[in-house]
């Protein structure tokens, strides 16, 4: 099993970047995928979650109507739309494969920094 992630940077408050997330090593589409976050000195951070067929969603509070998910699961390829972004979305952004009742396998990450 492998996830890559990529598609962060450094971008300023209001900015946009999309987040993608290379699966390989199982099959993609029979699995619900999330994104985790951490910034830096806390803890990991559930962002949002997509079911196997992509068609139902969840966000975190703190992001809701600002970040939406997606998957393609003929590109094996799991997607973070962010907008609007501010400087408390700056942090380490994981893809994670949703075993039962845990994450299973994670990402490398891929950093995000809001800032002006």
């Known amino acids: 099993v492998q996830l890559v992630e990529s598609g962060g940077g450094m971008v300023q408050p209001g900015g946009s970047l999309r987040l993608s997330c290379a699966a390989s090593g199982f099959t993609f589409s029979s699995y619900a995928m999330s994104w985790v976050r951490q910034a830096p000195g806390k803890g990991p951070e559930w962002v949002s979650a997509?079911?196997?067929?992509?068609?139902?969603?969840y966000y975190a509070d703190s992001v809701k109507g600002r970040f939406t998910i997606s998957r393609d699961n003929a590109k094996n390829t799991l997607y973070l739309q962010m907008n609007s972004l501010k400087p408390e979305d700056t942090a380490l952004y994981y893809c994670?494969?949703?075993?039962?009742?845990?994450?299973?396998?994670w990402g490398q990450g891929t950093q995000v920094t809001v800032s002006s």
């Open positions: 994670a494969r949703d075993g039962v009742g845990t994450y299973d396998y």
């Open positions: 997509i079911n196997t067929g992509g068609g139902s969603t």
